[in-house]
């Protein structure tokens, strides 16, 4: 905890209380559903958390932000982005049911009542979003093409509607037909080795009607 208040000192004592309870759930409900490996539940500051709020380094979403995670896994970066934004409303997508059902409880755990989940595979939901974040979890094309139409018309914030994508290594290849993409060096915002590769791949998307 003291990891996210190094970065976020301004945190109010709700955020803060949230925050310090997401590892004592993760750890009780990952004994009953694996969704999060050992290691990772040992450091989920440090992997999870933390690596989850480098978007928010890139962007401050305002209140009544629309945010779609697609591919949520164990609630990432989702649920940390949502205990950050109370303001904001979040849509958790995964297609596989037991993960959902983590993150349901973890959500229910912190009283989260901006997050909603749903079972499904992202090209099969409605809505649209102001931006849509995820974590590595297809190459962009695949992704672009996964959330075509779900992009808001109206702009609220300086930086156009897209996608804030959480990647590690080497995306020269993967963004050659992006070159609007912004790449973010997390490195310039956290100095622990763990994400010495890391990046928050920022793409805008033109909405289409």
Request: aromatic share 12%.
């Amino acid at each position: 905890m003291e990891l996210i208040l190094k970065y976020f000192p301004n945190l109010t004592e709700n955020q803060i209380d949230k925050f310090s309870k997401l590892e004592g759930l993760y750890q009780d409900w990952n004994l009953k559903i694996n969704v999060v490996s050992r290691k990772d539940i040992d450091e989920l500051y440090l992997r999870h958390v933390l690596h989850s709020l480098a978007i928010a380094k890139v962007i401050e979403f305002k209140p009544g932000t629309k945010i779609l995670d697609v591919g949520t896994g164990g609630g990432f970066p989702g649920i940390p982005l949502a205990i950050l934004y109370p303001e904001c409303s979040f849509h958790l997508v995964d297609s596989i049911a037991k993960k959902l059902k983590v993150v349901d409880e973890v959500v229910e755990g912190l009283g989260l009542e901006n997050v909603k989940t749903t079972n499904k595979r992202v090209e099969e939901t409605k809505g649209s979003y102001d931006f849509i974040v995820s974590r590595a979890v297809a190459a962009m094309p695949t992704f672009v093409h996964w959330i075509k139409g779900k992009i808001a018309k109206k702009q609220n914030h300086e930086l156009k509607n897209g996608i804030m994508y959480l990647k590690g290594g080497d995306l020269s290849e993967e963004l050659q037909d992006y070159k609007n993409a912004t790449i973010y060096e997390i490195p310039d915002f956290f100095e622990e080795d763990f994400f010495e590769t890391k990046k928050v791949v920022y793409l805008p998307l033109k909405y289409k009607g």
